[in-house]
């Protein structure tokens, strides 16, 4: 029994995500990005809900008018073709006990360090890493007040698109500005600790 593709059809997608960031196929992830900054900028200037009913809307008109058109073609023509989206319907889309299993364990995963993270953060495990996180904070209360939620996720779309593309072309001069600015955080973070007290971590 077959049961390795059939069991998970999105099985490569870290693969094909990548394809589609780095624009492998430009006409597939041109449509992705329209789609989702039609969405956003949609989602902008209307409720969610209003967003979905339309987007619902939308789908149920074209599925509905080409239902009609076949039927009425396959009148006129005499032919017995069945349903149009017989093939869609008949797929299999359910999810089996074991890939539900799956992601619910990797979900758990996830939680379960977010949660260890938070709490060694928040319980100042490592004062230089608690600071490091207050400072990345006080800075989206800025970034909060200039933009807002669905702006930030416009940009991220934007970025998610365009950063792996320019970083492929210019990796050699991004990493070595990178390690330039990491070289210096490293530095600076290193003279904290030396200076302040129990800022040193266990095992050093």
């Known amino acids: 029994m077959d049961s390795g593709k059939k069991e998970c059809p999105w099985g490569n997608w870290k693969g094909q995500a990548v394809d589609l960031l780095h624009w492998r196929d430009v006409k597939r992830s041109g449509l992705l990005f329209g789609s989702v900054l039609l969405l956003l900028f949609s989602l902008t200037q209307f409720s969610v809900v209003s967003v979905g009913a339309y987007l619902a809307l939308a789908t149920l008109s074209a599925s509905i008018s080409f239902r009609v058109y076949k039927s009425v073609l396959q009148a006129v023509q005499k032919t017995d073709e069945g349903h149009p989206f017989k093939a869609y319907l008949e797929m299999e889309i359910a999810l089996s006990p074991e890939q539900i299993s799956k992601y619910v364990d990797k979900t758990q995963l996830y939680v379960n360090y977010t949660l260890r993270e938070l709490r060694r ?13 207050a400072v990345l904070m006080w800075l989206l209360t800025y970034v909060g007040a200039i933009f807002n939620g669905l702006t930030l996720l416009l940009l991220a779309v934007v970025s998610m698109f365009t950063m792996p593309v320019v970083y492929e072309k210019y990796q ?21 600790r030396e200076k302040v007290p129990g800022a040193k971590r266990k095992n050093e």
């Open 121 to 133: 953060l928040f319980l100042v495990q490592d004062l230089v890493d608690s600071i490091k996180f």
């Open 172 to 192: 050699t001069q991004i990493d070595q500005y990178l390690g330039l600015v990491r070289t210096q955080v490293n530095s600076i973070m290193g003279k904290i």
